[in-house]
């Protein structure tokens, strides 16, 4: 029926015909649009923006943060000292599991990558226990896998590090570090008022406290800084100087006084690193 049909049509129209069925069969012809399509937009996410070298330290700096973080928040669950701990610990664990996705794609080295798979490992065995109700005969698991998952956090920096190849780079885990050491403290802190009065833990904290105030001066007198940089480090150091004060009164031990002040440099230290981390690029 076709050729006869064809036969029928004027010599322009059989060769358009002939040309529509030839396009047809070859599948050149465009789809019609779906009926998705012709209402309304998809959506679909756009994909990140690949890290640049500031944000991939910075990042890589907050997940040493986050390690101490958690195994604070989860003392003080346990402690019943304040009441949006478990919400802080929630999203602690989320904020790493984010963070460790996105560093496990920027890793380049061989030996980056064998060790962002290293705090992976790690890290599936701290969450899983870090998200369980906080128990005393837990408690020192926890803080076990917090210094594993640390250690390696902090190697992966230093590669990160020696791979910008910057002294602004240098700044950025510094500063970085600072945040890390205000949850550190914390952590020991919250686990000694727990009832865990280890003379270790006393150790740790002080030495944490050292290190702070030594990375301090030197973040005060780097030549990179910008006036928005030195004006924030300011108001870390009079946070600092509460803290110190009010680490102990009496000879006991105040978390209220002592969780806020490290809250506010935590909170300081993360803007600071920010703006160390823009200057890299």
Do not use: C
Request: aromatic fraction near 8%; proline fraction near 4%.
């Amino acid at each position: 029926m076709l050729p006869m049909t064809i036969n029928r049509l004027s010599r322009a129209k059989r060769g358009f015909l002939l040309l529509f069925l030839l396009l047809l069969l070859a599948g050149q012809l465009p789809a019609a649009p779906s009926r998705l399509a012709r209402g309304r937009p998809t959506n679909f996410p756009a994909s990140q923006p690949p890290l640049t070298m500031g944000e991939a330290i910075n990042k890589a700096g907050r997940q040493r943060m986050l390690s101490q973080r958690i195994a604070k928040a989860y003392a003080m669950v346990g402690a019943k000292h304040v009441l949006s701990a478990r919400i802080q610990l929630k999203k602690a664990v989320d904020l790493f599991q984010k963070q460790l996705n996105e560093l496990a794609a920027f890793a380049k080295t061989h030996e980056e990558k064998a060790t962002i798979a290293q705090v992976a490992r790690l890290w599936r065995r701290y969450r899983a226990l870090a998200m369980q109700n906080p128990s005393r005969d837990k408690a020192l698991d926890v803080m076990a896998l917090s210094e594993k998952v640390l250690a390696k956090s902090h190697q992966f920096v230093l590669l990160l590090e020696q791979r910008s190849g910057t002294k602004t780079g240098r700044l950025v885990n510094i500063s970085g570090r600072q945040r890390m050491l205000s949850q550190r403290i914390a952590k020991y802190y919250a686990y000694k008022t727990w009832g865990f009065d280890k003379p270790e833990y006393d150790e740790e904290m002080n030495k944490a406290v050292a290190e702070f105030s030594n990375a301090l001066d030197t973040l005060k007198n780097a030549p990179q800084n910008t006036s928005e940089i030195n004006e924030a480090l300011a108001k870390v150091e009079q946070d600092w100087r509460t803290f110190k004060v009010s680490k102990r009164i009496k000879g006991d031990y105040i978390p209220s006084l002592v969780m806020r002040s490290m809250e506010n440099i935590l909170n300081q230290m993360n803007y600071i690193t920010a703006l160390y981390a823009a200057l890299l690029k």
